[in-house]
């Protein structure tokens, strides 16, 4: 094409007018930007301003932190003494006393583990070992074994058990869960209508059932000789119920995976088991961690639920507590107390969980 | 009716053999009595309207489609349910798709490594090694250690012949590689394709590039409803069709 041969100068960028960006710019067009918005946003502060001063003003400006029930019941404020008074059995339920410093090492240690896993300190498969050691060091730190004295299962309570309930669960049932949905999404008719019958039959059915069937039902269908106590048949329903929920969330995320994937790894002549390992179930995985970590933190929270059967967990002594006869009339500090905790716990594993989602190449968009 | 013709290249041996192939999906006849010998070294180009069949034929020779009639035979190896033959014919044979299906959740490099480590069983350090050589080859080396949501389609694509070449085939499928790209992008995919041409590999291409065709190709074919209508040198493919709806067609895609 002939014609005049004119240069392409591409324009430089400028930077955006002052009036339209920039944190007053925001609060005009978010906050107050039509008369509508104006309303709800003064309304919402309306709200906020007649609840939280009256909350801190009990939670902290007028709380007692030091002294016994007398002083508490002369303040107006939150007893906090009553909590630091009821902190031990809070924490490990009826566990004796002068071994408390077992399960305080196992505490340590999930604690720093935690801590090395978020900072991602540690990766891959010497990660997954470390979680998979973690509860079995934790049991025989607690229950003993290699000469420690054993400390009976039923001795175990607080929040010491919510969270190894809440552990041991999420850790087997992830993979459980994942296999189940192989099993349901790749598998042949005989193991597709096992893995169906499994996950339709524990889906349908609420937890306390589960619970009562494992903890009251589960010795009358087991051999004579083969006894499992009761922590651990709690433990196995948990686990059942929960990789149920996590084979569906996981089948959600297999069937994301455009079929050209597996398609492209088998036309390399890559095996149909390692494509499924190594090119579906990481992407389906990567789909799938806000109902994944949705799962673990309702998980968590199901644990409270074992008291109907007997085991004295985090919410379980928190209940007894608040109904000490000392400490008569601080129930609402008890569960102030048990909110704070769960939330803390929970928060954490949502924070974790939304750093994950912002690893990886797709990770940027979050 | 059809034309047909021998295969242009002498006394080369035969590497893909297809003989009364037919397929069904259901109730509908995909693919009707396909007969199709390719040697070594030949360049295929595949041409027709859509739902022609031209995916099902290449995707039936590594059997991402299953044939229910017919013989498919691949270096030498039946094609059929044993599912060693299927592998073995897969890792001899490379495919490249129109989505270019690159693994997004691993770097250029470990896409290009993840066959040879895992089918070839070769180790990881050599894999790079050869990974990187055909990078180099395509002209992407640079980007090696980025994702591939971080490349042009065009970038994208080549990877993607790389990736299928680290396990060195002796055949490559194309299966309308250059259909989703951005034209200023066709380009430079179909220049890796052509110097893939010029080192002798067997190639059998699925495509809307009537240009490349003509260059590029040995033999030309025709499909229209499941059936090969024609097939024949460019030159005479293109000057002279002979089946009128091969004119018909030609007449549409080379109007422009």
Not at chain 1, 149 to 177: C, F, N, Y
Not at chain 1, 241 to 254: D, H, K, T
Not at chain 2, 11 to 27: A, P
Not at chain 2, 137 to 157: C, F, M, N, T
Request: hydrophobic share 50%; with cysteine.
């Amino acid at each position: 094409m002939s014609g005049n041969n004119i240069t392409f100068q591409p324009s430089d960028d400028r930077p955006a007018p002052a009036s339209k960006v920039g944190p007053l710019a925001w609060l005009r067009t978010n906050l107050f930007g039509s008369i509508k918005d104006t309303v709800i946003t003064l309304v919402l502060l309306g709200t906020l301003l007649s609840i939280i001063p009256n909350l801190i003003e009990w939670l902290l400006v007028k709380a007692s932190f030091q002294g016994d029930d007398e002083i508490c019941r002369q303040a107006d404020g939150a007893c906090w003494p009553f909590i630091v008074d009821k902190f031990q059995v809070l924490m490990l339920g009826v566990y004796p006393q002068d071994l408390a410093w077992r399960p305080g090492i196992a505490a340590v240690a999930l604690i720093i583990l935690a801590a090395l896993t978020y900072v991602d300190r540690i990766r891959g498969v010497i990660l997954i070992a470390a979680w998979a050691i973690l509860p079995i060091f934790a049991l025989i730190m607690i229950g003993g074994a290699f000469g420690m004295q054993e400390v009976d299962q039923s001795l175990w309570g607080g929040l010491m058990l919510s969270i190894m309930l809440a552990l041991v669960g999420v850790i087997v049932s992830i993979p459980l869960g994942v296999l189940l949905a192989l099993g349901r999404y790749y598998g042949s008719p005989a193991i597709k209508a096992v893995c169906v019958a499994f996950i339709e039959l524990l889906r349908g059915v609420p937890l306390i059932t589960i619970l009562f069937m494992a903890s009251v039902m589960m010795p009358l269908f087991l051999p004579p000789d083969l006894v499992i106590n009761n922590l651990l048949r709690i433990q196995i329903g948990m686990i059942l119920f929960s990789s149920a929920y996590m084979a569906e969330v996981v089948r959600g995320g297999l069937q994301a995976i455009p079929s050209g994937q597996t398609e492209a790894a088998l036309a390399l002549g890559v095996t149909r088991t390692h494509t499924i390992v190594f090119v579906v179930v990481p992407q389906a995985l990567r789909h799938v961690l806000p109902p994944l970590i949705g799962r673990c933190i309702a998980l968590f929270k199901d644990t409270s639920l074992v008291i109907i059967v007997g085991l004295l967990d985090f919410l379980g002594m928190i209940k007894g507590a608040a109904l000490d006869t000392e400490w008569l009339g601080f129930q609402a500090e008890a569960y102030a107390f048990a909110a704070l905790v769960y939330w803390l716990i929970c928060y954490s594993i949502s924070l974790y969980g939304r750093k994950l989602e912002r690893r990886g190449p797709a990770g940027h968009k979050r | 009716m059809t034309v047909k013709i021998e295969s242009q290249i002498a006394s080369e041996e035969t590497v893909i053999e297809m003989s009364g192939v037919n397929k069904w999906y259901g109730d509908f006849h995909v693919l009707k009595n396909i007969d199709l010998t390719v040697a070594k070294g030949e360049r295929i180009v595949i041409c027709g309207p859509s739902g022609s069949g031209k995916s099902t034929l290449i995707r039936c020779i590594n059997h991402l489609e299953e044939h229910q009639e017919g013989t498919i035979n691949v270096n030498g190896t039946l094609l059929n349910e044993n599912s060693k033959n299927i592998t073995q014919i897969r890792r001899e044979v490379g495919m490249v798709f129109q989505q270019f299906n690159l693994f997004p959740h691993m770097t250029i490099l470990d896409n290009l490594c993840f066959a040879p480590v895992w089918a070839r069983n070769m180790p990881r350090a050599k894999a790079e090694e050869v990974a990187c050589r055909y990078l180099e080859r395509v002209g992407i080396a640079e980007q090696k250690d980025k994702y591939p949501g971080q490349l042009s389609g065009g970038q994208q694509q080549r990877v993607a012949i790389a990736r299928s070449l680290c396990m060195s085939p002796s055949i490559m499928l194309f299966d309308e590689p250059t259909s989703a790209l951005d034209p200023e992008m066709i380009k430079e995919v179909l220049d890796v394709m052509i110097e893939l041409a010029d080192t002798g590999m067997t190639m059998i291409c699925v495509t809307h590039e009537m240009s490349f065709a003509r260059s590029v190709a040995d033999r030309v074919i025709f499909m229209d409803g499941g059936e090969i209508v024609e097939e024949n040198t460019p030159d005479a493919f293109f000057d002279s069709p002979q089946v009128d709806r091969t004119q018909k067609f030609l007449s549409q895609i080379l109007s422009h």
